[in-house]
Structures are given as C-alpha cells and as structure tokens.
C-alpha cells in the first residue's frame, strides 16, 4: 500500500526540477529582456544614427519631446481607434460567420474553407490586393461597382485612410474569429437549443442567451489574441497609407518605425517603444480584468 | 386537458424512412410509455410530436387540432431531454423561469411558480445554484422543473434516466409517477429500458424498426403478446422461445415437439407438420417429475430473492427457469420442466396464435 503522494514537500524530493527549466526560461529571459533592456537604455540616450557626435545620457528629454508632440497623442488615439474598430468588426462577424457555417447546407465545406482562406495570405499582399484590386479609385472592384450603381467611386485612402486600413485589417482577422468560434459552435450541446426552441425563444433569444454565453469564453479568447497582434499592425499602413494623409493612420507602432528609420531618432524611438509597452500592459490589463470576469461562469 | 391523435405518422430522412405510418391516440391524463431497441425511431417520434422534428407525411392532433405546422412552444408541451440540456449559464431559478421569462410574465408571478415547482421536487435550496454545481439527480430533477413551471399540457421525456445510476433511477422513477398522479396531466415517456415502462405506464407502444408492434396496458403486453418481437422485449428474464415442429393434432388440442426433441401438448388445433415457436416465460416453468421437457441445468445465478437457472435443452438455446430463492438445484443436474398455463404461440410468421386460457 503506498499513500496518495501529492504533497507539496514530497514533490520537491521527487526530482530537482530547476536543471531542466533553467535553459527554456533563461533562454525565454534573455528573448525577452535584453531587448526590453535596450530599448529602456537607448530610451535615455541622446542617439541619432545621422550624427555619431550626439551622444551622452538625455535623462528624461526623449520622453518629453516625444509626449509634447502633437503626432504621440494622435498616433495613440489611432492605435485605439484600429484595434478598438477591428475587433468590434471581426467579433460581430466572427459570431454571424461561426453561427451560419454551423449549420448544414450544400457547399458548407468549401464555404468553411472560403471563409477561412484570407488567413493565409500575408498581410503585405493583402494590403497590396486591396490597395490596388479592390479600393483603387480608377481601377479598383469598389469604384467600378459604385459606378455600375451611379455613385462616385470612394477614394478610400485619401478621404477614409483609417477606415480603408480597418476594412483590411478585420479582413485578415474575421478568419481567425471564425475559425476559434466555429470550433466553439460545435462543441454546443443542440439539445439545449431545442429546449430553449421549445421554452419559446426565437432567432434572436436563442443567440442572446444560449449561444452568446456559451461563446464567452472563446470570444475572450479571440479578443485577448487578436488585441496583442493588432497593436503591432505595421505593414497594411506602411503598404497603403505609410501613416497619411498626414498623421491620419500613423499608429504607436507606426510612429516608432518613423522616428527610427525614418528620423535616425534612435533615442524618441525607442522612448516610444517602451511607453507602447506601457500602453500595451495598460490595454492588457483592462482586457484581463473584464475578461476574468466574463470567464467565471 | 390534452389528448394526442397521431394520424399515419410518417418521417423520412433523405429517402431513407425512419417512422413508418404511425396511428395512435393518446388520451387526456393518459401516461403512455414509447418503449423498444436503440436506434428503432422512438426519439425521433417523440421530437416529430414536440415540435423539433419536420414531420414528412400523416397528421399529429393536439385536442383536436391539427398542429403539424405549429412552432414547438405554440403546442403546449414540455419536454425533459436525455442530457437535461439546462441552460449552463443561469441559475436553477433563472432555468426554470425561463419560458415564462420569454412568455413576459411579470417577474412576481414567475417567482410564484417557479416556487412552487421547486416545492415540489426540493430544489427550495438549490435556487441559486448554477447547473455546473448539481448532481445528475438534481438536474434531472431541474429540467423536470423547468417543464412543470411552464403547466404544459403534456411532457414529454426522452430517456430522462439513462444518465443516472441504478439506485438513483429507481428513486427517480417512483418520483416521476407520484409526479404524474398529482398533476394529473398527460406524460409520454420514451426510454429502451422495459422494466422502466412496465412500472409507470397506463399503456404502452412497443416499437420496432419505425413501425408499432404492439399497444396495451403492461399486464396485457406481458400476458398476451401480439407478437414474437414483444414477447422477446417485455418481461425480464426474457420469454423462452422455443422452436417446434406440430407432430399430430385431433381437432381440440396438438402434439408439437420442441427443438431438441421434447414432446409439449398445446390445447389448440394446427396443421400437421407446421412449424412454429412456443413462448414460455421462465417464471411460468415448474420443476416436476412429470415435467415433458428435460434439461441438463448449466448456470445457475442466484439473486438473493430468486434464482435463475439455464438448461439446456438440446437446441440452440438454453432454457432459462426461475426458480424460489430457496431451490436446491445444483449445476450439471438433470431436471424434468413443465409448463404452468400461459405458454404462448406464435406461427411462422411470428404472429401470436389464440390459445383458449386454461
Ligand atoms: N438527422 C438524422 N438524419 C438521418 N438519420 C437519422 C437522423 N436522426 C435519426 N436518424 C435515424 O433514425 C433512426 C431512429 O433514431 P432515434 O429516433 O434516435 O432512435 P431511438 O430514439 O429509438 O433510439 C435511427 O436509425 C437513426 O440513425
Ligand atoms: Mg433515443
């Protein structure tokens, strides 16, 4: 007869542990701090890749030139405006997608597969196939359709920038909420849709109190995902609008690639850099908080 | 006030037919078991009459009133699923008030009823208590809740207890039938189990393969078989169903004689040479000395209150002989078996022929 061996103290006798974790999260530290470590570092620095004599410590002057600058505040506004719209659009979406593939029709499979296919493709062609396919004034699908129907065609990323880039964004992320949900929807006990087809509810109520909180906790899921990937959306902007007209589309993410590469501000960028971090806990906490409440059935 | 007339019912998936023209009346206050093997399309009736199901031909009357196109909750009735199918997210409470929630009943009435439900089946103090948190006699107990609150003006259960342990569903049985005799309203009850249809039905439908077998009250199913298929459902051990050969016949009474050779006297007149099966129930096999049919005893089970023995009797199958609890037979005997009135017979075609009751 042994005796249930689940003990805390007992486990620690079992096996030293810490030889085997070390390598993956020395190696997970050293990812994930040296950059963090050199950004901080740079982020007080007086350091321009045009002019080597800049140089020495600039306490906290990055920060305040960057914070005083009109651009930061509008580029953060931005940020939250493209994140905050994608995900409404991909969520709405994602459940309408995930509800109807669910049930059966003819050519469901290859409607799944439809529907899933812009996932696949990278977010540079994307932007290039919508930029210049689809929303093109002159040549664009849109432009010859608003024709067809006697409108004026939309010259999308001159008047519209930021709705333009959104429109491509959620296209590349209505797949992933699909996708997520859709597993979700299969996993719906269909008894209990009867049983509330049965206590009356219709379309709608079904979709309100059956499918909705059973989807919670994916739909948390895919928002939390879809959060941290969005912040550092990069190449649709620099594709189509390269963060104009004006600073109209120019994100966090974006303005950091500008004041680096584009300035040689090696110092305003990476000052940048660390308050996207800050932005980025801030985003990820209040995500968190609301999800953790929504998680506990 | 509900009674249920079922018309030539028909269901057919694609073109494969799975309910084959069903006629059937169901009356107010009636508690009517659909009873027969997996897969044979009891299910699916019940869900064709509840409403969830696109009937494909024939007509389903409720009251009197045709209802083939009438949505589920406009028919009036409740329905107890097989997983309970309660709403994960909602309170007890909140499961059960739910249709009367969507119904728009002030919330003071709901509360009211749902009370008085909870009353019934002691739940008062699981209220506010969430699915995940119950027993499976709780929920089960819940979902039969959640259908009494609605006063439908009948329920319909799809095999409520096959998820519950052995001790649990006997309980839960005796309290579905206390349940029936004080709301007094009308019950179909589906289950493939025929211990749990012969204890809570007025009558029963024995299905096979789509169509209906036989209908009848429990005792008449158990005593007079329609047929082969209900004589080998009904009764538990099974009926013994023995192959014969009718060796002579003098106008009131034939000689058969069994598969494995013993000889067995029937008290009606059948055609020499005709083949048909005898059906004796184990509970109706006396051992006597003077017994016709010999058997060499193979297994015996001894449950405490009875024991059941198996001999073999030269055919293909066994015998099978309840015996008192208190019978002293030993395994590898040789017993002589007589029958005790009730033998039944069906022809060929598995048809039950009269036999005048002794
Ligand atoms: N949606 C469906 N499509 C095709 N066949 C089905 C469907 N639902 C049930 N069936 C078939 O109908 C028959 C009866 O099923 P069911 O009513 O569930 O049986 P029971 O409840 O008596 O076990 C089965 O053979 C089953 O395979
Ligand atoms: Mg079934």
């Not at chain 1, 997520?180 to 049983?195: C, G, K, N, P, Y």
């Not at chain 2, 078989?225 to 009131?252: H, R, T, W, Y």
Request: hydrophobic share 50%; net charge neutral; proline share 5%.
């Amino acid at each position: 007869m042994t005796k249930p061996t689940t003990t805390p103290t007992h486990r620690k006798k079992l096996m030293r542990t810490w030889p085997l974790l070390t390598p993956t999260v020395g190696l997970l530290l050293l990812w994930a701090f040296v950059p963090l470590a050199m950004t901080l570092w740079f982020s007080f620095q007086r350091y321009n890749l045009l002019d080597p004599t800049i140089t020495g410590f600039a306490g906290w002057s990055n920060y305040k030139f960057l914070l005083e600058s009109p651009a930061f505040l509008i580029s953060i506004f931005n940020e939250l405006v493209l994140v905050g719209a994608v995900l409404i659009i991909t969520l709405v979406l994602g459940v309408a997608f995930a509800v109807l593939f669910d049930q059966e029709f003819i050519g469901r499979s290859i409607a799944r597969l439809l529907v899933i296919a812009p996932f696949f493709v990278m977010p540079t062609v994307a932007a290039l196939i919508w930029k210049n396919l689809l929303m093109d004034p002159v040549n664009g699908v849109f432009a010859y359709l608003a024709r067809l129907l006697g409108f004026t065609p939309v010259d999308w990323f001159t008047h519209y920038p930021m709705a333009g880039v959104v429109m491509i964004v959620a296209w590349e992320w209505v797949p992933f909420a699909t996708l997520i949900l859709l597993t979700a929807m299969q996993s719906l006990d269909r008894q209990q849709v009867e049983a509330a087809k049965m206590d009356g509810a219709r379309g709608p109520q079904i979709l309100r109190y059956v499918i909705l909180p059973h989807l919670s906790r994916p739909l948390t899921i895919v928002m939390m995902m879809e959060t941290i990937y969005l912040l550092a959306v990069f190449a649709e902007i620099f594709v189509t609008t390269s963060g104009g007209p004006g600073n109209a589309t120019t994100t966090l993410t974006y303005l950091i690639y500008l004041r680096a590469l584009v300035s040689f501000n090696v110092g305003g960028a990476s000052a940048g850099g660390v308050l996207a971090v800050i932005l980025a806990n801030i985003v990820a906490l209040f995500l968190i908080r609301t999800v953790a409440r929504n998680v506990d059935l | 006030m509900c009674t249920l007339e079922l018309k030539n019912l028909r269901k057919a998936y694609g073109n494969i037919e799975v309910i084959k023209g069903i006629d059937l009346t169901i009356n107010d206050r009636e508690f009517v078991v659909f009873v027969g093997p997996s897969g044979c399309g009891k299910s699916t009736l019940l869900r064709m009459i509840a409403g969830l199901e696109e009937i494909t031909g024939g007509d389903l009357l409720i009251d009197g009133v045709r209802v083939n196109d009438v949505p589920p909750d406009k028919r009036g009735l409740a329905m107890v699923f097989q997983s309970y199918a309660l709403y994960p997210h909602m309170t007890v409470a909140d499961n059960m008030a739910f249709a009367l929630r969507l119904a728009g009943v002030p919330k003071a009435e709901r509360d009211a009823r749902v009370q008085v439900a909870a009353k019934t089946l002691q739940l008062d103090a699981l209220l506010d208590r969430k699915p995940a948190n119950l027993s499976g006699g709780q929920r089960q107990r819940v979902a039969i809740g959640r259908a009494i609150v609605r006063q439908p003006k009948a329920f319909l259960f799809d095999e409520p207890l096959s998820n519950l342990d052995a001790a649990l569903r006997v309980q839960t049985r005796i309290e579905i039938a206390k349940l029936h005799n004080d709301l007094q309203s009308t019950m179909i009850y589906v289950t493939h189990d025929q211990i749990e249809a012969m204890t809570l039905a007025d009558r029963i439908v024995v299905f096979n393969a789509g169509h209906i077998e036989q209908v009848g009250t429990p005792l008449e199913l158990y005593h007079n078989p329609a047929n082969l298929f209900v004589a080998g459902f009904i009764g538990s051990p099974k009926m013994n169903l023995i192959g014969a050969e009718v060796e002579s016949s003098n106008g009131q009474s034939s000689t058969l004689r069994l598969e494995g050779g013993s000889p067995f006297t029937v008290p009606t007149a059948l055609g020499q040479g005709e083949k048909v099966t005898v059906g004796i129930r184990p509970e109706h096999i006396a051992v006597t000395d003077q017994g016709t049919i010999s058997g060499r005893v193979e297994v015996i089970e001894h449950l405490g209150n009875e024991t059941i023995a198996y001999a073999s009797i030269g055919g293909a199958e066994p015998l099978t002989v309840k015996l008192p609890s208190a019978s002293t037979v030993q395994l590898g005997e040789t017993l002589h078996f007589a029958p005790r009135g009730h033998a039944a017979l069906f022809n060929q075609a598995g048809q039950a022929i009269a036999l005048p009751r002794g």
